[in-house]
């Protein structure tokens, strides 16, 4: 079975253009989160987003958005990237909104210059 | 403000021996404690879960504890090996009005070596 899938793996942008990621979840699972982790520190929570609705937002600014498809893959868009947006950003699928362990993917490495 | 706490630093310890990793947290009463493995330029790997109302968790050579009076997790691993040289992350499962989510501590890095 396919885990969670991200892509792409790298990308590289500079500052004040915008960036699409994107997530593919285990199947049968309806819950799509992303996280955001610089290095050395946990990662980050900006947003939960399960049967296609937005269930969660964390302190992250307007900037940031994303969508959920109704195949329950998921997109993070970043608009106006600056420097400090640069880090190892998370896709985590789970079967419902909680409670449960969480499935991550291997990441999408992106570097704003 | 809401913390969760691990330690920073990097914990070396030999082969064989057992490795202890703490996660303190401050301001939450969460229900379920979650901790992962993450290897450099990968995404966490889930570990174990344990629920509030349980004081300790097994699985192979891993075990978990978790005291909500004093708001922390203990996680082991026994007979460690370098295969389990990695950064370990803490995560409580938060429901609040931002919604819900796992709220991860920094990291503790494990260095076990031969």
């Known amino acids: 079975d396919a885990g969670v899938t991200q892509s792409p793996t790298h990308l590289i942008k500079t500052r004040g253009q915008h960036v699409t990621l994107r997530c593919s979840p285990i199947?049968?699972?309806?819950?799509v989160s992303w996280y955001q982790q610089v290095l050395g520190q946990g990662p980050q929570f900006i947003f939960q987003y399960y049967e296609k609705e937005e269930r969660g937002r964390g302190n992250f600014p307007d900037r940031f958005s994303a969508r959920q498809f109704p195949n329950y893959s998921s997109e993070l868009n970043v608009n106006a990237l600056l420097l400090g947006d640069s880090a190892l950003y998370l896709c985590?699928?789970?079967?419902?909104?909680?409670?449960?362990?969480?499935?991550f993917g291997q990441g999408t490495r992106l570097t704003v210059v | 403000s809401q913390k969760i706490e691990q330690n920073s630093e990097a914990l070396n310890i030999q082969e064989g021996k057992t490795a202890t990793l703490t996660c303190n947290y401050t301001n939450y009463s969460p229900a379920y404690l979650q901790w992962y493995r993450q290897d450099p330029g990968r995404g966490p790997v889930f570990l174990l879960l344990i629920r509030e109302n349980e004081k300790e968790k097994r699985k192979e050579r891993l075990k978990v504890t978790f005291d909500t009076t004093l708001k922390q997790s203990l996680f082991h691993i026994t007979a460690s090996q370098p295969a389990d040289s990695a950064t370990y992350l803490c995560?409580?499962?938060?429901?609040?009005?931002?919604?819900?989510?796992?709220?991860f501590g920094g990291g503790t890095r494990l260095m076990v070596k031969p």
């Open positions: 995560a409580l499962d938060i429901f609040n009005n931002a919604g819900n989510m796992l709220t």
């Open positions: 199947s049968g699972h309806k819950s």
């Open positions: 985590a699928s789970r079967v419902s909104r909680g409670n449960t362990e969480a499935f």
